[in-house]
């Protein structure tokens, strides 16, 4: 399963959970914002302070930038 670190008014995480609604993913989202258990398990995974961030624990990847994670996404529903 997805884990998609995100801030509620952040304009990339909702372009990423558009896609993920679109392709019919089902994710776990983690509010990120500063202050937050998932603020510090954000910058402990990935070492910054910076949204959307996508783990997929199944296959070991992490990622920034929307659009990397979009077409990550994609890539893995076709595999499935």
Do not use: W
């Amino acid at each position: 399963m997805f884990k998609l670190y995100t801030y509620t008014s952040c304009p990339y995480c909702a372009k990423v959970r558009s896609a993920f609604e679109e392709m019919g993913l089902s994710y776990e989202e983690i509010d990120a914002e500063r202050g937050t258990p998932g603020s510090e398990e954000l910058v402990k995974l990935g070492g910054k302070q910076q949204v959307p961030f996508l783990v997929d624990e199944e296959a070991g990847i992490s990622l920034y930038e929307s659009n990397d994670i979009i077409h990550y996404a994609r890539s893995r529903t076709t595999q499935n």
